[in-house]
């Protein structure tokens, strides 16, 4: 079924290609790149991005194996890590030929025993350390027991070794970031010397690449970056806006003074009102917190704040200044510093505005 939604998201596939250029002549010309397209490619278009750059990257990483399987089912070949799998998707792994991140001894012995009854060869596996994020990964303390078992099999190969960062983009929480590092390092250390061969090893994501280029290893992961946001007002400011988010005017309206706009009669005209109605709401991705003149939309040049809490389905703006007609295109979002204005004013970051995004919004990659 054809997406007709007049609510559409341009994805700029130039605005891509610069922006992983811009971080590639940050890295040493071996550095490998591995691109993050979980959670629809940040809310974008997972496919089209690994369409986008799949000749000028190394790996694709996604979260889970039902995103990575979608990748493949569209013709990618380019090795795919899956972050966080699970026990009842190895099979799924294999079939696929993604290749899984394990993390603690579960899903180890787990995908050992698979690998040992099918059995693989040489199948590449990921295994990921905890160095303070807290989140995913073994202990320092479980590599004897990792080293043991891994040598027990020629079922699996350690394809890279990795750990993620908790603050990198946090100047403050420099101390912390470099210990981070230096516990990977003494944790690859023991693999390069007991394991008879050296896996890949990678610990930067965007920020990272960014602030502590010294650890760019053999690979770095880059997310947020690829999609025009580098954490810090300079950075962003050399990346190029991947995501504008575009509607049209649904209906036009003239309310007299006293009269009410939206649920719960939350906008009162004090004066002769011209409002908008453009099809795009919560449902959507566009949070409550941005009604009530809290957010603002852009038709033809001009800012039209939305007035009224923001429905389900549509938002209403104030276009008493601005000069339009019913059927004109309206900007909900179409820079890197509008989406920010948007997060802060929601009291989150840029990721989860982007990744919000429903997939009921049609998606139309420019070139």
């Known amino acids: 079924m054809n997406n007709n939604h007049v609510t559409v998201l341009e994805i700029d596939s130039e605005a891509v290609l610069h922006n992983l250029a811009y971080f590639k002549q940050k890295l040493q010309p071996q550095t490998k790149i591995l ?7 940040y809310g974008s278009e997972a496919v089209e991005i690994a369409k986008i750059v799949q000749d000028k990257v190394d790996y694709f990483a996604v979260a889970y194996s039902y995103e990575g399987i979608l990748l493949r089912d569209a013709g990618i070949k380019t090795p795919i890590l899956v972050l966080h799998p699970q026990i009842q998707n190895l099979k799924d792994i294999v079939k696929y030929r993604l290749e899984p991140n394990l993390y603690n001894f579960k899903i180890f012995d787990a995908f050992m025993q698979l690998a040992d009854e099918a059995p693989l060869m040489n199948y590449p596996i ?10 995913l990964g073994f202990w320092h303390t479980d590599v004897p027991t990792l080293l043991t078992e891994l040598k027990k099999s ?24 470099i210990g981070q590092i230096n516990n990977f390092a003494y944790i690859v250390k023991q693999f390069y010397e007991h394991l008879g061969y050296e896996p890949m090893i990678h610990i930067l994501n965007t920020s990272g690449i960014i602030n502590y280029p010294q650890a760019q290893f053999d690979m770095v992961r880059l997310g947020i970056g690829l999609y025009g946001f580098g954490n810090n007002e300079q950075e962003t400011a050399q990346l190029k806006n991947t995501h504008t988010l575009k509607s049209i005017i649904s209906q036009i309206h003239l309310i007299q003074p006293g009269e009410t706009v939206g649920y719960n009669r939350a906008f009162v005209a004090n004066q002769p009102t011209r409002t908008a109605t453009i099809p795009v709401g919560h449902a959507d991705g566009i949070s409550r917190r941005l009604g009530n003149k809290e957010g603002f939309v852009i038709i033809n040049n001009q800012a039209a704040p939305i007035i009224g809490n923001v429905c389900m389905d549509m938002i209403m703006v104030d276009v008493t200044k601005v000069d339009c007609n019913e059927g004109d295109e309206v900007i909900i979002f179409n820079h890197q510093q509008h989406i920010e204005y948007i997060a802060h004013k929601c009291e989150t970051i840029p990721y989860e505005i982007l990744t919000a995004l429903s997939q009921r919004i049609k998606r139309l990659v420019k070139s």
């Open 35 to 41: 691109v993050v397209v979980k959670a629809f490619g």
């Open 126 to 135: 990921h295994i990921k350390f905890n160095t303070g994020l807290n989140r």
């Open 154 to 177: 020629n079922n699996v190969k350690v394809e890279s070794i990795f750990s993620h960062l908790a603050a990198s983009e946090d100047p403050n929480e420099q101390e912390f970031t």
